[in-house]
């Protein structure tokens, strides 16, 4: 008697944990459908930037002698050496701008700072970093909540990004990708993609 209880105990025990483990269940393989296969998601933008200024990528290597003269000139700490896992581009300049973004100071301190000529000196305007995108899904104002970060804090205002006729936030020709929005955006609904030559 004893053992036909332990039996009957141990079966339940089976079939209660198999109905209870992630992607189980009770029904036998043959009459469970399978799941079909997640959406594959578009490749993540790279997480970094170079800083203004910059040439194409393949002459700031060359140039690029990593002596870090750009990013001690930055006064709010934005450029930062790339680490070893970055291959080639390891201890040159770059910006990530989820950190710390770009503020597009108008004397751009880094550039004149550069010894090798991989930053060469431009207009704040013409400076080209990368260009923010907006997932306007995620965009809290999209959502009926009012927020207005990303355009009030704008370094180069509504030339970048501006509310648009049915008062979304639209990026605008005049973005230069410096990052600030993105870096603000409390939805982290704003990405930057940089530049299609880097």
């Given at each position: 008697m004893e053992l036909n209880r332990r039996k009957f105990f141990t079966h339940f025990g089976r079939v209660l944990a198999s109905n209870l483990l992630p992607g189980k269940s009770g029904a036998s393989a043959s009459s469970t459908k399978a799941k079909p296969s997640p959406p594959e998601q578009a490749p993540s933008?790279?997480?970094?930037?170079?800083?203004?200024?910059?040439l194409a990528e393949p002459d700031f290597l060359e140039k690029c002698t990593r002596c870090t003269d750009c990013a001690e000139a930055c006064p709010y700490d934005s450029i930062r050496r790339l680490g070893p896992e970055f291959g080639p581009a390891a201890g040159t300049p770059a910006i990530i701008p989820t950190e710390s973004p770009c503020y597009l100071c108008q004397d751009t301190p880094c550039i004149p700072a550069c010894p090798?000529?991989?930053?060469?000196?431009?207009?704040?305007a013409q400076?080209?970093?990368?260009?923010?995108?907006?997932?306007?899904?995620?965009?809290?104002v999209?959502?009926?909540?009012?927020?207005?970060?990303?355009?009030?804090?704008?370094?180069?205002?509504?030339?970048?990004i501006a509310f648009d006729?049915?008062?979304?936030?639209?990026?605008?020709?005049?973005?230069?990708?410096c990052g600030v929005c993105a870096y603000l955006c409390p939805a982290d609904a704003i990405v930057i993609s940089p530049r299609t030559d880097v």
């Open positions: 933008l790279r997480p970094w930037l170079r800083p203004p200024g910059a090798d000529g991989a930053l060469v000196m431009l207009p704040v400076v080209s970093i990368g260009t923010a995108l907006i997932d306007l899904n995620a965009c809290y999209s959502q009926g909540q009012r927020c207005n970060y990303c355009v009030k804090r704008c370094p180069l205002g509504q030339s970048a006729p049915n008062g979304l936030p639209s990026i605008e020709d005049g973005c230069v990708g």
